[in-house]
């Protein structure tokens, strides 16, 4: 299970570890202590968290912010990874920006993508290429 310090969790949601610290004191998000005693967020609660983030900032009834385009490199989080026969589909929360990935499943299998690993979204034209943080 891949894990997350404080200021790593931060960076990947875009905002302060002062803003992570007070959402885990307030019991928004989980947290748990490593083996050297600081606070780590789980990955996989770390895109559940993510997800819900999105959605909140999406306003109410689902309705969604007008965004600008973002050029080239979305940091983020995997936050699913749906696996068929020959395709697979990747989704990304990078801030506030949900991207979805179609590519062959080897190439999942290859790079080891699962959720709650970091990953940087890549855009070029009408394509999301996925790169292994």
Not at 100 to 112: D, F, H, N, P
Not at 125 to 133: L, M
């Given at each position: 299970?891949?894990?997350?310090?404080?200021?790593?969790?931060?960076?990947?949601?875009?905002?302060?570890?002062?803003?992570?610290?007070?959402w885990?004191?307030?019991?928004?998000?989980?947290?748990?202590?490593?083996?050297?005693?600081?606070?780590a967020?789980?990955?996989?609660?770390l895109?559940?968290?993510?997800?819900?983030?999105?959605?909140?900032?999406?306003?109410?009834?689902?309705?969604?912010?007008?965004?600008?385009?973002?050029?080239n490199a979305?940091p983020?989080?995997?936050?699913?990874?749906k696996?068929?026969?020959?395709?697979?589909?990747?989704?990304?929360?990078?801030?506030?920006?949900?991207l979805?990935?179609?590519?062959?499943?080897?190439?999942?299998?290859?790079?080891?993508l699962?959720?709650?690993?970091e990953?940087?979204?890549?855009?070029k034209?009408?394509?999301?290429?996925?790169?292994?943080?």
């Open positions: 299970m891949h894990s997350y310090t404080i200021g790593g969790a931060a960076r990947l949601l875009g905002v302060s570890p002062d803003t992570v610290r007070r885990a004191d307030a019991g928004r998000i989980p947290t748990r202590r490593d083996e050297t005693g600081k606070r967020i789980d990955g996989s609660d895109a559940a968290f993510s997800v819900a983030l999105a959605a909140e900032a999406n306003g109410p009834e689902g309705e969604e912010t007008a965004y600008t385009t973002a050029r979305f983020g989080i995997i936050t699913a990874v696996l068929g026969d020959v395709a697979a589909q990747v989704e990304i929360q990078a801030g506030p920006h949900r979805v990935s179609l590519l062959t499943r080897e190439a999942v299998e290859e790079l080891g699962a959720v709650g690993m990953a940087v979204a890549r855009v034209a009408t394509n999301v290429h996925i790169d292994r943080a």
